[in-house]
Structure formats: structure tokens, C-alpha cells
């Protein structure tokens, strides 16, 4: 017996339409879904980019000048009194009495010298004085004698008068004698070379049978004498720190030669007036040296204890904007706009600077500005890291 054949299922129209519907419903939500995901990126992008647009910029606040700073300048050590010890007459030296490093006292002797040929001129301006005082004395006597027969007319008032011209002729050449006999007994006196002032003899440049010559040379000097009881030292100060070094001020003194030692000494004197080459102001210091610790031509490093300005701030060198107006610092305003600042500079430290005018110590300054950065402009502030410079914002913000 056959079967008669399957027939295939039936679909309905209506559950074809509902799929096409279904269908249709899916792809328009993906359709929509893509376009959404599309802007949003886009969106994104955009916000990315205008983001990374807006230059990233460090801040920090403007410091107060200290009360007082540290200046630290060399110093060049010389002896309170020092004199080279010169011949004033000509001849040999015949004996030293004093090498260096040996104390003297005032008028003590340092050497001898022998002077045969001022010896030789002595004695002959002596007897040359005594020639011309004859001759005065009979000048003298004559001049008396012709005015005692003037008045009995028995000369003429000619006569008379050349008598007294030779009488006045001859004391001027007695007076002239005279002079000359003291200044060779000066020269003999010259013979002894003593110390002019309470010292040590720091030089000696002769030695026994040395021909001396009175005016040599500058270079020619005998002994050298120096008073090492107190010390100067003198000492250039930069232009920008002459105002604030004033007489009275105290610094400490360092020498190499004596290392985690300090010396105290006392600015005396000041020259008033700044060197036109170096634009420096020359300043001298005192320090005592009973001991005889310090030596003279030494160098010193000076500490000087300036007294600080609280007119002025300091801030980093970086912050500096050289522009056609001049020189700006650029300051944050309402938390992300920058305003350009004119400033006055003081004195420049390197890493630092002092700012006389235009900044307060509440200023907001950028301190790695761009090239870029303009007046109004927005940046973004980042948290800076914690080393020197200007005090860094509690905190970072975006705009």
C-alpha cells in the first residue's frame, strides 16, 4: 500500500512580515548605534585635541628678599704700615744688623753704610766755610772802617757803598758755606739706615760690600718694613651691592691656610666712588693680628652680612619673558589666564633674580613660560616638582 507524499509546512504572510520588521528594527538600532559611537569619537577627539592645545605650564609665587644674604668676594690682605727703606747717600754697604722676619723698633738701626766720598766733600765744605767766614769777618771790618771815614768825608759815598756790597756779599757766601756743610752732615747721617716705625722686616735686598747710589731706581730698595699688628684687607664690591656697603659693616674672614677658622673684621673705609672699568667700589677692612696668625699678601675669602631689601621680590631666572616692550613675567589670572606683566629687574643671581617693581610676593607667575604665550591666552597648571625656584601651588588644576 503506498503512502501519499509530505506536504511542506505552510508560512504564513504575517509571520514573514513580523521578521522583515524585526529585521528592519536591528539594522536601524545598529545604524544609529554607529552614527552615535561615530560623534561621540569625534566629539572626543576634538575635546582631545583643543586640550592638548592649551600650552602646560609650572607656577609658583614670587619670594621675599631675606632679611639678609651672604655675600662672599676675595679679598687681597696687606700689611697695616708698609714702607721700603731706601739709601738717601751714596758709598758701601759696610754691615746689616737685621734679616727677615726679625722686629724692629722705631729709629732701631738696620745697616751702615761708608761713604768715603760724602766724608771727603764734609771736610772740604767745612774748610770752605771757614775760608768764606774769614773773608767775611774782613769784609766786615772794612765795611766799618770806610763808613767811619765817609762820615768824616774822607771817602766818597762810592767807595763806601761798594765796601759795604762786598761785606754783604761775603756773609751770603759764609750763609752758603754754612748750608752746604749742613746738608753734607744730613747725608752723614743718612750712614745709619733705621727702621722708621715699630715693625718686622719683611725684606732684605743688599748685602755686605753692595755699592749703594742715593735716587736709584724704585726697584732698589734695601730693607722692606711692614707693621703686621693690625691688617687691611681691600676688597672690590660688584656695583649692585656698593649702596648696601657702608662703614661699620662686619664680615668674616677665611683663609686657606687656616681651614674652619674665622676672623672677625670691620669694614672702616669706602673710596666713594666706583671703579669706571670694573664698576666696582673699592672697601677696606681692619682686622687685629697681635698674634702674627695672618701674614700680609694673602688671600682672603670675605663673607659680608648684607642687610636685605623687603621692596623687592626674587624669582627663578626661567620665569623672564624678553619681549619688544621689555622685559615681562607672565601671572595667572582666574585660575587659567595668563596677563603679561612688566617688570623692573634688580640684581641677577643666575638661577634667580630680584624684581624692584611690577610683582608682589601674592602674584601667580608662570615659571616655564613659552615662546608662545600671549597676554589673555589659557594654560594648563601643573603640579611642579618639589625643588628651588618659586614657591609651587598647593595643587594642580585644569580649566
Do not use: C
Not at 701674614?295 to 675669602?301: D, K, L, N, T, V
Amino acid at each position: 500500500m503506498t503512502l501519499p507524499a509530505a506536504q511542506p509546512p505552510q508560512i504564513s504572510i504575517e509571520k514573514v512580515k513580523r521578521y522583515a520588521w524585526i529585521a528592519l528594527i536591528v539594522a536601524l538600532v545598529l545604524a544609529v548605534w554607529g552614527v552615535a559611537t561615530r560623534v561621540h569619537s569625534r566629539s572626543e577627539l576634538d575635546k582631545l585635541t583643543s586640550s592638548e592645545a592649551v600650552p602646560v605650564v609650572i607656577t609658583g609665587h614670587p619670594q621675599s628678599s631675606p632679611p639678609s644674604e651672604e655675600l662672599v668676594l676675595p679679598g687681597n690682605v696687606q700689611a697695616f704700615i708698609e714702607a721700603p727703606i731706601y739709601a738717601r747717600t751714596s758709598g758701601y754697604l759696610r754691615k746689616w744688623y737685621t734679616d727677615i722676619g726679625t722686629p724692629v723698633k722705631k729709629g732701631e738701626l738696620l745697616a751702615e753704610i761708608d761713604t768715603p766720598e760724602v766724608d771727603q766733600q764734609l771736610r772740604q765744605s767745612r774748610a770752605d766755610l771757614a775760608t768764606a767766614r774769614a773773608n767775611a769777618q774782613l769784609a766786615e771790618s772794612t765795611h766799618q772802617r770806610w763808613k767811619g771815614l765817609l762820615a768824616n768825608h774822607a771817602v766818597s759815598q762810592q767807595d763806601a757803598d761798594t765796601r759795604a756790597a762786598d761785606a754783604a756779599a761775603s756773609r751770603a757766601a759764609a750763609a752758603g758755606a754754612e748750608a752746604n756743610v749742613a746738608r753734607l752732615q744730613e747725608l752723614e747721617t743718612f750712614k745709619r739706615v733705621v727702621a722708621p716705625f715699630d715693625g718686622v722686616v719683611t725684606g732684605r735686598n743688599t748685602d755686605i760690600g753692595a755699592l749703594i747710589n742715593a735716587g736709584q731706581s724704585a726697584g732698589s730698595w734695601l730693607f722692606r718694613v711692614a707693621d703686621t699688628n693690625k691688617l687691611r684687607i681691600y676688597v672690590d664690591v660688584p656695583e649692585s651691592y656698593a649702596a648696601r656697603t657702608t662703614v661699620g659693616l662686619q664680615a668674616d674672614l677665611h683663609f686657606n691656610e687656616h681651614p674652619g677658622k674665622v676672623y672677625a673684621a670691620t669694614l672702616v673705609r669706602t673710596a666713594q666712588a666706583l671703579n669706571p672699568n670694573l664698576r666696582t667700589l673699592q672697601v677696606e677692612l681692619q682686622v687685629d693680628n697681635n698674634s702674627g696668625e695672618l701674614f700680609p699678601g694673602s688671600y682672603a675669602e670675605v663673607h659680608f652680612k648684607l642687610p636685605g631689601s623687603t621692596s623687592t621680590v626674587r624669582i627663578p631666572a626661567t620665569a623672564l619673558v624678553f619681549r619688544a616692550q621689555g622685559l615681562q613675567v607672565a601671572t595667572i589670572e582666574d585660575g587659567s589666564r595668563v596677563r603679561m606683566k612688566q617688570i623692573l629687574q634688580g640684581r641677577d643671581f643666575g638661577t634667580s633674580v630680584d624684581v624692584l617693581s611690577g610683582l608682589s610676593a601674592s602674584d601667580e607667575i608662570v615659571v616655564n613660560p613659552p615662546d608662545s604665550l600671549a597676554d589673555g591666552s589659557t594654560v594648563r597648571i601643573r603640579q611642579p616638582p618639589a625643588q628651588g625656584g618659586a614657591a609651587p601651588r598647593p595643587a594642580a588644576r585644569a580649566p
